[in-house]
């Protein structure tokens, strides 16, 4: 009884958070131009995103270009700055390594909004031209955090004494970090990436304030300027539908395979 | 070992200019007028606008009622979640976090959709509930996890000692999860007071956050009200994440 009651809760609050993909899923299969107007079964909206053939042009499409290409570059140089500087703050004591970890908590505990309104303001400052450049730089700002925040307990984690050894065994030092402390510092890079890339795709404030007026836009801030003139862009529709398949298709199978793997552990 | 200490020099001095300037930025424009000098005039103008002041009242006392109802309702989930008996599988965990990964805005503007389809007038009702519905996983997560790594033997041991199971739940449970919920509440208490955009879809613009005044008076080039009402924020954060603990940043490095 109580175990149907817990089930019914979980699945009631489950409907309730997928109510609106589902919502966009079913209306991604018609052609009207609001959602919530069925105007009878149709591939077309599918086929205008693939052949890129749309009434708004080209802007959906180089907005994803542009977000995907924007946090993967974010995501890269926050995982090789995180990293090293996640190696440089292991090393340091006392309050020096105090002071870096509260420096490196600070772009986590601020706001979005406080992150873009303050980076604006020193590009303002700086008089740096915003577009592309400061967009990615604000991004590395707030996604390095995250990175060092992955790699540290990988850190306190490894002996420290292999790296001494590579190095008493001839090792360069340039050698000694490719095949020592990269194997060993990589599931944590590995997820911190990860996480970087997540944290960039899904940034809409921080973009918002740094892209300048040079009509740069990731996908956020595409559907908030289509939203506010009104009327969103309906390819928008499948797009969506296909992003929450590739997510969940991948969830789950990571999902199972870790919960396969642990199985098979317990069962040795 | 100590020479890779100077590893971590790159880092700060990107720190320095990328995160602690811009922010001593804010605190600079906050006191300036349009032509550079010092003045008081931004933020006596907040303390004396009384469209500014209730839009500040109402966007904390949204977020306060957010953070309520995200507990109340995210709390049990995270409790069957977490409890062996009632659920095994941690797919179903992994079904309450997937909604983040898709678009926050296109998530909430297909919530607003939905309400309009069923007839509901956007207004406070459907803000409230479509901000339960952004940051309601951000609430499950740490609590289920601090709820997971909990030692199974307290609740036993209250149990063997004569409690009720309701008394072990408010007496053991609920005490040792405190952390969890303090994590949760920082994670849905500040980004609902620093919003925008989220408030516009789900009123139609009827309902204006504190955030949306911060956005308006930036993009109108009105830097230094801005800047101030930054300021504003920047303190009510401060103050909420002093009184929280430290505990965000540990619970969002989790997620993955």
Redesign the interface.
């Known amino acids: 009884m109580?175990?149907v009651l817990?089930?019914c809760?979980?699945w009631l609050?489950?409907a309730?958070?997928?109510?609106?993909?589902v919502?966009?899923a079913i209306f991604s299969f018609t052609e009207s131009k609001?959602?919530?107007n069925w105007t009878g079964f149709s591939t077309k909206l599918y086929a205008n995103l693939f052949t890129g053939n749309m009434n708004s042009g080209n802007g959906l499409i180089s907005a994803v270009e542009n977000t995907l290409i924007i946090a993967l570059i974010a995501a890269a140089v926050s995982t090789i700055?995180?990293t090293?500087?996640a190696?440089?703050?292991y090393?340091?004591?006392g309050r020096?390594k105090q002071a870096?970890q509260f420096?490196?908590?600070?772009?986590?505990?601020?706001?979005?909004?406080?992150?873009g309104?303050?980076?604006?303001?020193?590009f303002?400052?700086l008089g740096v031209s915003q577009g592309y450049v400061t967009v990615v730089?604000?991004h590395?700002?707030f996604c390095?955090?995250?990175v060092?925040?992955?790699v540290l307990p990988k850190l306190s984690q490894m002996n420290?004494n292999i790296y001494?050894a590579a190095l008493d065994l001839g090792a360069t030092p340039a050698q000694a970090l490719r095949k020592v402390l990269v194997p060993e510092l990589r599931p944590g890079m590995i997820?911190g990436f990860?996480?970087a890339f997540?944290m960039s795709l899904?940034d809409?404030?921080v973009t918002?304030?740094t892209r300048g007026t040079i009509g740069l836009d990731t996908?956020?801030t595409f559907?908030?300027t289509d939203?506010r003139k009104g009327g969103?862009t309906p390819e928008?529709r499948p797009l969506?539908t296909l992003?929450?398949l590739i997510?969940?298709i991948l969830?789950?199978v990571i999902?199972?395979r870790?919960?396969k793997a642990k199985k098979t552990v317990k069962s040795r | 070992?100590?020479k890779?200490?100077?590893?971590?020099?790159?880092?700060?001095i990107?720190?320095v200019?990328?995160?602690?300037?811009?922010?001593i930025?804010?605190v600079m424009?906050a006191f300036q007028d349009g032509s550079g000098h010092f003045t008081l005039a931004n933020v006596t103008r907040f303390f004396s606008d009384k469209d500014s002041l209730s839009t500040f009242a109402l966007s904390i006392e949204v977020a306060l009622e957010n953070t309520l109802l995200c507990i109340l309702?995210g709390y049990?989930?995270a409790w069957?979640?977490a409890?062996k008996?009632?659920?095994r599988?941690?797919?179903?965990v992994?079904?309450?976090i997937?909604?983040?990964?898709?678009?926050?805005?296109?998530?909430t503007?297909?919530?607003a959709?939905?309400f309009?389809?069923m007839g509901f007038t956007l207004g406070k009702g459907t803000l409230l509930f479509g901000m339960v519905?952004d940051y309601?996983?951000f609430m499950i997560y740490p609590i289920y996890n601090t709820l997971q790594k909990m030692d199974a033997s307290y609740a036993e041991a209250a149990q063997d000692l004569g409690a009720t199971p309701w008394q072990v739940f408010w007496k053991v449970t609920v005490p040792l999860s405190k952390p969890g919920i303090m994590s949760g509440v920082l994670m849905v208490f500040?980004?609902t007071?620093?919003?925008?955009?989220i408030s516009e879809?789900l009123t139609n613009n009827k309902i204006k956050l504190f955030?949306t005044i911060?956005?308006e008076n930036?993009n109108s080039s009105m830097?230094n009200y801005?800047?101030a009402l930054?300021l504003i924020?920047?303190i009510i954060?401060g103050l909420s994440?002093f009184l929280g603990g430290?505990e965000?940043?540990?619970a969002?490095?989790g997620?993955?």
């Open positions: 109580k175990k817990a089930k809760y979980l609050l489950l309730m958070l997928y109510a609106p993909l919502f966009i609001v959602m919530g700055m995180g090293i500087a190696i440089g703050i090393n340091l004591k020096k870096m420096l490196n908590n600070i772009p986590m505990i601020n706001p979005d909004i406080i992150t309104v303050s980076l604006f303001l020193l303002v400052f730089l604000a590395i700002t390095t955090p995250y060092v925040l992955s420290p001494e997820s990860i996480l997540t899904d809409f404030a918002f304030f996908l956020s559907i908030y939203a969103l928008l969506m992003i929450f997510v969940l969830l789950v999902n199972v870790q919960e | 070992m100590s890779r200490s100077s590893w971590s020099i790159p880092y700060f990107f720190m200019v990328f995160v602690v300037l811009p922010l930025l804010i424009y309702l049990p989930a069957i979640l409890n008996d009632l659920n599988s941690a797919v179903t992994m079904l309450f997937m909604p983040m990964w898709i678009n926050a805005l296109m998530r503007l297909a919530t959709e939905l309009n389809v519905y309601i996983p500040m980004p007071v620093s919003t925008f955009a879809f955030g911060i956005q930036i830097w801005g800047a930054a924020m920047l954060i994440s430290n965000q940043a540990e969002e490095g997620l993955i």
